[in-house]
């Protein structure tokens, strides 16, 4: 079983927020619509409105993603987030949560220096953490049966 932990700071979940984002369409179309707004409110002069409507993208992006981490570490003190990857599956431990996806259900994993994208059936998990445990962690996973998913990724 491969394990490692990482603690519970915002950078992390900001980064990882941050991440998700880029990789949906979804949130990529509202930003761009809410930039558009910002735009246009600026050309015709109407800078009350120019500032609300950046001011939403930035509550929602930054402000919400601080509200739930900050309820994480005080109501559930959590300090650490444990991630695992053992024959059968790979997940991820918080205080008493745990959650674990069967290994069949990846389709591939990619390794940057500060992340790991593991893309499952419409889902992308993104795992946050220090380049020296990402660069440990992505040596012990391909010398383990995870090789396979490295070769399948899409860089």
Known sequence: ???????LKYKYYLLGNFYRMLGSLVEKAFLVFFLFLFVVNIWVQNYYWSI????????????FPL????????YYKMDFIEYFFDNSSFGYTIGEYKIEIKKDKIEY??????????????QKLYFVADKEQIQKTKKELLNSEYKTLFNQSKN
């Open 52 to 63: 609300v409507s950046i001011l939403i993208p930035i509550f929602i992006n930054l402000v």
């Open 67 to 74: 509200i739930k981490f900050l309820y994480a570490r005080a």
């Open 109 to 122: 994993i990619k390794a940057s220096n500060n992340y790991f994208l593991i893309k499952v059936f419409k």
């Open 1 to 7: 079983m491969i394990k490692f932990k990482t603690p």
